[in-house]
Structures are given as structure tokens and as C-alpha cells.
């Protein structure tokens, strides 16, 4: 289950190892870390301090430089290492001891206390005033700043530039990968990854921890960022990053929903890493700019809905090459081998209609609009995709077996059987297709004669109740339900069973037929029930 974090955003900052390199200041590492391990560790100010506790007025990443002078001629190793740990828990880089001042050199108990605690310590020579380590080190992350600004107006130009090519969302995102030096990703509203760069990535984000992270931010409706931890593996990032990403124990990604004004299409998907302004910068364009892709794959649903309609007539009159070559260039592969035929009941919700048409660039389904709702065609490798998606939304469709692309007609007969059951059933969800749904025999009989032949026979029932407002037809067929039994179908209809008797005479003298004999019966309950009743 993902896990919600807040998203990491870091200030202009250079290493320590940067500064220790600035030759002409005479810096000298004493104990904590080796020169290696200083490239690595970020330095956002430089402050001098004389205090014993100068913690209240220090931020994270923060060089100390001090000469000493708060301690007493023996600094004992218990309050070295007190010192050190304020300082660590302040979050500080590392600690500047200045010379030649209060101390001739850096205390024996507080070099112990840094290189035990893992605390950089570097000496400071008495030529080196603390006012030009700061000013080099505001000059070396202005510079930095200066860079990175530089960097991120290349790559906002690049990727802009990506996104206006034919395909625009694939291009965008591989820039958008090659610029921050990590994969990229987007996805639908389904959580399903539509586009990933490298490659490679989308074998590992296609997993449910991560479609459900996606799910859930999606149905909040409202813009959002966070990072989810998740417990399946995730892409490493590319070689050769721009920014150093943070070591962790658990994979992160961070997630960014795509769209506005209360129709969310999809998510940004990115490695969480620390990041600067100037990446924070670049992801919000790569962000507007996979909206303005997205909103424009919806703005041709309805030149393509014709179209998938058109394709859809075609499979059902068999010309099956000829439909294959008219998508060929528009739409993703046509389903094959086994398939089976869902019929949606009529869409009233947005967030429907946006995922179906997220399902709708899978290969091997083909979506198409019908009266009243919709017609997927789908591979059995998508049918379970496709009744999640149902169940998540609590629509009413009919699945159909499963057969060939020939046996289309059939099956969309049977998907539509199954779309009536389901319509009519107490809960929602998708209803599947068996030749017990149609009433065996009685299907058979479902002809316009035959209909004709039921609204003959029962003409002067319905005459009847329509002159006097009564319940003559309705009574009838709940007593042949019951099997002519007067109590229950009385108690079903919460009237008396003498009313109920006296209606079953009026309905055979009406019909004037003999409601004892069987053949009778048999043939007023087909004629109600091609009439849909009871």
C-alpha cells in the first residue's frame, strides 16, 4: 500500500567538497569524513558563531566557523561531544575552527568528538577571515544558481520544442527523462502508464501499488502533488544525473496529477528525489505541457468516436480486412483471436467517460458508441480490465461469451440479453452472458408476429383495465407465476385472495377461455411474457 510523503524541494546549495577546493582560503579537513565524502554533503550558508549552543540560530545545511573562544582552556571530551551533537541535530555540514585566535590549534577532544560522531571538521589558518569563506560561499552558490537557472531555460526549451513534434506526448516525455536524468512517466486515470522513458521503466511501474497510488490521487478531483512510497521495485535513475538523488530504504516516486477545472486525465510520474527550483520549475512545464497533450487526445473523441463506429459496422458485416486496414493508421491494434462483446448501459459520469476512453489506446479493444451507451470489443487478455472498471464506476453492462470476430452479431446479441438482466438487477455491475437469461424456448418465440399474436389475445384484458383503472393483466400473470396458487400470489399483489379470485374469473371471461387448462395457461403466459410481464 503506498505511503503519502511530502515532496522534497531543496534551496540553491553547493558541496562542502566545493568549498574545501577553493585553494586561496587554505581550508584543511582535519576529521569526520575523507575529501570523497565532502563532494557529496550540501552547503546553503556559512555562519560564525562564539556560543556554546548556537543551535537556536542555525537552519539545516549550515557551515559553522567558530575560533573557539566559548571553551575553557581544557575542553573535556564529554562536552566536545555535547557540542558536536547539538550541532548535528541542528542539522549543520560541518564545523570551521579558526586558528590562532583563542586556540593555537583545534582542541585534541574536539577533533576525537567529530571524527567519532561523523561530524566534518576542517581547520581554518588565521590568514582566512571568516567574512571571505561566507562571501565565497555566497559567490559559489550564486554562481551555482546562476547555472541551474541557465540549465532549466535550456531544458524548458527543449521540451517544449518535444511536445510540438507528431507524437507529442512520447517526445515529451523522453526529453523530459534525458533533462532530469530519471525516468519519466505518464499515466491515465486508470493508473495504467501510457507513455515512459526509458522504455524499460514501464515494466516496472506497471504494477497495482502503483495504479492504485495513481487511482487515489485521481479521485480527489482536485490538483495535487505528493511522493507515495510503495513497496514493489521502481527504475533506478538514469546515469549521469543532473542533481544527486537521496538515498532511501524505501522506493518513492512522486505523482503529479495532469488537467484542471475538475477533470483530472491522468498523472506525471517521477522518481522522488531532492530537487532545486530550477526542477521544480521544468517538472511544472513538463506537467502543463502533458495536459495540453492529454486535453488534446480528448479534444478528437468525437471525430474518433465516428470512427470506431464505422469500424464496429464493419467487423459486423465481416469485412474484417477492410476494417483492419481503415484503423490501421488511427487506431491501436483491433482485438483478435478470442473475444468477447461488453454492452454499457447509458454513461452519465464524466470520470466514466474518461476512463473508458483511457481504456479505449489499449491494443486489442475497440470501443464504439452505441444508443444509450457503448460497445467494447475486447481481447479476453482485457476483459478483466474492462469489469474492474465497471465495478469501480457501479455501471450496469452485459458480457458476452467468448467466440471469434465472426461470431460478432451473435455475441452482441448476447452481450445485450445480459445488459437487460443487469439493468433490471438490484445492485450494479457487469452481468455476463448465459442462455438461462433469455428464458430458453420462450427467446425463440420473441418475433414481431408473434408480439402482434400477445397483444391480440390480451386486447380485451388491457381494454378492460384501461376503462376501469383496474389490475386485471397484472393479476393475472402474478397467479400463473405462482402456478395458479391463490395465497401467495394475493399475498405478492397485498390483496385479498377472494379479490384475487374474483379477478382470475373476470380475466377468463374477458378471454373467454378455460384458465384450468393447461394449454390455456401456457399460452397466456408466453403472450405475458413476450410483453414483459410479470
Known amino acids: 500500500m503506498a505511503r503519502s510523503l ?140 546562476r547555472a541551474r537557472d541557465a540549465w532549466a531555460f535550456e531544458a524548458q526549451r527543449a521540451v517544449a520544442n518535444a511536445a510540438a513534434q507528431r507524437d507529442g506526448l512520447a517526445s515529451l516525455v523522453r526529453e523530459a527523462a534525458n533533462r532530469l536524468g530519471r525516468w519519466v512517466a505518464v499515466a491515465d486515470r486508470t493508473g495504467r502508464i501510457i507513455e515512459s522513458a526509458p522504455r524499460t521503466a514501464r515494466r516496472d511501474l506497471e504494477s497495482e501499488s502503483v495504479r492504485h497510488a495513481v487511482r487515489a490521487l485521481i479521485e480527489r478531483g482536485t490538483r495535487a502533488s505528493r511522493v507515495a512510497t510503495l513497496p514493489a521495485p521502481l527504475p533506478a535513475p538514469l546515469p549521469e544525473a543532473d542533481q544527486p538523488t537521496a538515498a532511501s530504504a524505501e522506493p518513492a516516486i512522486e505523482l503529479q496529477t495532469l488537467g484542471g477545472g475538475g477533470r483530472l486525465l491522468g498523472a506525471l510520474l517521477t522518481p522522488a528525489t531532492l530537487q532545486d527550483q530550477a526542477e521544480r520549475t521544468l517538472l511544472g ?155 430458453g424456448v420462450l427467446r425463440l418465440l420473441d418475433t414481431a408476429e408473434a408480439r402482434r399474436q400477445a397483444e391480440s389475445l390480451l386486447a380485451p384484458v388491457r381494454g378492460h383495465d384501461e376503462r376501469h383503472g383496474d389490475a386485471i393483466e397484472r393479476s393475472l400473470a402474478v397467479w400463473l407465476a405462482h402456478h395458479g396458487q391463490t395465497s401467495p400470489a394475493a399475498a405478492e399483489l397485498e390483496v385479498h385472495r377472494h379479490t384475487l379470485r374474483s379477478r382470475v374469473q373476470t380475466a377468463a371471461a374477458l378471454l373467454q377461455l378455460d384458465l384450468d387448462d393447461p394449454d390455456a395457461r401456457a399460452e397466456l403466459w408466453a403472450a405475458l411474457r413476450l410483453l414483459r410481464q410479470p
Open 285 to 439: 512545464l513538463i506537467a502543463a505541457l502533458a495536459t495540453v497533450q492529454l486535453g488534446h487526445r480528448a479534444g478528437q473523441e468525437q471525430s474518433e468516436r465516428a470512427l470506431r463506429g464505422s469500424i464496429l459496422q464493419l467487423l459486423l458485416r465481416g469485412e474484417h480486412e477492410l476494417a483492419e486496414r481503415v484503423a490501421a493508421d488511427a487506431l491501436p491494434r483491433l482485438p483478435r483471436g478470442r473475444v468477447s462483446v461488453v454492452r454499457l448501459s447509458e454513461i452519465t459520469e464524466d470520470s466514466l467517460v474518461d476512463d473508458l476512453r483511457s481504456l479505449a489506446a489499449r491494443p486489442g479493444l475497440l470501443t464504439a458508441p452505441s444508443p444509450g451507451g457503448a460497445v467494447l470489443v475486447c481481447e479476453s487478455s482485457q476483459i478483466d480490465a474492462v469489469r474492474r472498471l465497471i465495478t469501480e464506476h457501479a455501471g450496469r453492462a452485459g458480457v458476452s461469451e467468448r467466440g471469434t470476430l465472426s461470431d460478432l452479431p451473435r455475441l452482441l446479441e448476447q452481450a445485450d440479453t445480459a445488459l437487460e438482466r443487469a439493468r433490471s438487477a438490484e445492485s450494479p455491475g457487469p452481468v455476463t452472458y448465459s442462455p438461462a437469461l433469455h428464458g
Open 6 to 145: 511530502p515532496v522534497a524541494v531543496v534551496q540553491p546549495s553547493i558541496t562542502l567538497g566545493t568549498l574545501l577546493h577553493q585553494y586561496p582560503l587554505g581550508l584543511v579537513m582535519i576529521a569526520g569524513v575523507d575529501g570523497t565524502a565532502a563532494d557529496g554533503l550540501p552547503v546553503q550558508w556559512v555562519h560564525g558563531s562564539e556560543m556554546l549552543d548556537p543551535t537556536p540560530f542555525l537552519t539545516p545545511r549550515t557551515v559553522l566557523l567558530t575560533t573557539g573562544s566559548q571553551f575553557a582552556e581544557a575542553l573535556a571530551e564529554p562536552d566536545a561531544l555535547a557540542y558536536v551533537r547539538r550541532l548535528q541535530r541542528a542539522g549543520a555540514t560541518a564545523l570551521g575552527f579558526g586558528v590562532g585566535i583563542a586556540w593555537a590549534r583545534i582542541p585534541p577532544s574536539l577533533v576525537t568528538a567529530c571524527e567519532r560522531l561523523g561530524l566534518p571538521l576542517f581547520r581554518v589558518p588565521y590568514a582566512t577571515p571568516f567574512i571571505a569563506i561566507s562571501q565565497t560561499a555566497a559567490q559559489l552558490i550564486g554562481a551555482n544558481t
